[in-house]
């Protein structure tokens, strides 16, 4: 049951414009979420006893800073000019209490494996048809000029792909077969990133790849293996990044000029309107340093949010809200930093399995770090986009745990055999 409802929440969040329920986007998976946490969350006690200390501590400081943000926004809505909105940041945190410990608890049933795997394939192919459906313009997916998909805003179809193109690529690298498939889903993913007209999120999708692949390099250069893999990655690099650019000038001309013009020094127009945007959302902030103007209100009557996720959190809760996001942010990225150290350094027991495992930890480190790069920019941890901070999250903290049984076990186990209560042992 808990398995098929994470199936379904991934399924509802690509489609949030078309999950509405009484009006409002995303509701069927603020529900799906709901249900989620109901069923995870009264194991997670017995769940938390299994992880690792340094996952466990982890998984408790997200989501202890998570209920201190729901409480602030629930509190200010005794003063926000629109309460209601104030639900916005609730549900965005919602998705952490739901998706961390259902994973955790997936991943500790008997062939715990073989479940994330249908996750992280299930994200596979809903990045790959979403790119689709905007490529070829079927019902909302319409392009015109930005492409929004089945989302309100062409930025967070833009965050959705740039999330989810890692874990594509990893796919690709890990799989012995239907590679051609793959490499067909990668090309895409990437066209849907150019059809989607948002600049900040092309760029951090074909650099994160870049980054997803350099990673990967390195590991195989650390290791003495493949050498044909990284003479071949080495080339392939530019030229994939040239070609990204040819095909963002001709599918989407407008978004190439614009692009074009910020590389070059230039002031576009998205950029002069982010930085007012930026300026008065400071000043209201700093009108309301303790309390904010309230979770989930709009910039005035200008925009929903400020563009920016520590701006965007002093805003609307103050200096405690920028601290909170602060700390969320500063204690992921050093936990996701400590992981890619110890994938590229560590010491490998498991063969081709940990070889796997490994790229799916660079492959889950780059999504989660596209995310948090694009939210500085792009929005401000909505509802619509939180999932794909949670979920890459997720994974990233279960596949850290395969891999330290991997590397501190005694014998060489073979994934697809092992329970997953096994792999958190140790």
Not at 60 to 71: G, Y
Not at 196 to 210: A, Q
Request: glycine content about 8%; hydrophobic content about 50%.
């Amino acid at each position: 049951m808990l398995q098929v409802s994470v199936l379904l929440l991934i399924l509802s969040i690509w489609f949030p414009g078309a999950t509405r329920i009484a009006g409002t986007d995303g509701s069927l998976s603020f529900v799906l979420a709901l249900f989620c946490a109901l069923l995870s969350v009264g194991a997670y006690a017995e769940t938390a006893r299994r992880l690792h200390r340094i996952e466990a501590a982890l998984t408790t400081a997200v989501l202890t800073i998570s209920a201190v943000i729901i409480v602030l926004s629930l509190l200010s809505m005794l003063y926000a000019d629109n309460p209601m909105r104030t639900m916005r940041a609730v549900f965005s945190q919602v998705f952490g209490f739901a998706i961390i410990p259902a994973v955790a608890a997936i991943s500790l049933r008997p062939k715990g494996l073989v479940a994330i795997d249908r996750v992280v394939t299930t994200i596979v192919i809903m990045t790959v048809v979403t790119s689709c459906l905007v490529a070829i313009g079927l019902g909302d997916a319409r392009f015109a000029d930005r492409a929004e998909g089945y989302f309100k805003h062409s930025n967070q179809l833009g965050i959705a792909l740039s999330a989810g193109l890692p874990l594509v690529a990893a796919k690709l690298v890990t799989s012995r077969r239907h590679r051609l498939l793959l490499m067909g889903c990668l090309a895409a993913v990437l066209l849907g990133l150019v059809k989607s007209g948002s600049k900040t999120n092309f760029v951090l999708g074909v650099v994160g790849l870049g980054l997803f692949f350099a990673l990967y390099s390195i590991y195989l250069i650390r290791r003495k293996q493949s050498p044909l893999k990284v003479i071949v990655g080495t080339i392939a690099a530019p030229v994939l990044f040239e070609a990204s650019l040819l095909t963002l000038q001709f599918l989407n001309p407008r978004a190439y000029g614009l692009l074009a013009l910020q590389l070059s020094g230039g002031e576009a127009h998205s950029v002069v309107s982010r930085q007012r945007l930026w300026s008065i959302s400071i000043d209201l902030g700093l009108s309301h340093p303790f309390t904010g103007v309230g979770a989930g209100q709009w910039v005035e009557d200008i925009a929903p949010h400020s563009h920016n996720l520590f701006i965007d959190f002093f805003r609307t809760l103050g200096v405690p809200g920028l601290a909170l996001v602060s700390m969320l942010v500063l204690v992921v990225m050093a936990y996701l930093v400590r992981v890619v150290f110890c994938t590229l350094f560590g010491n490998d027991r498991g063969g081709d399995h940990a070889a796997e495992v490994n790229v799916m930890v660079l492959g889950t480190s780059v999504s989660l770090w596209n995310y948090i790069i694009a939210n500085q920019m792009s929005d401000s941890f909505g509802p619509s986009t939180a999932p794909f901070f949670w979920l890459p999250l997720a994974l990233l903290i279960f596949y850290r745990g395969v891999q330290r049984s991997l590397q501190t076990g005694p014998e060489r186990p073979k994934l697809y055999a092992v329970p997953g209560s096994q792999l958190f042992q140790h």
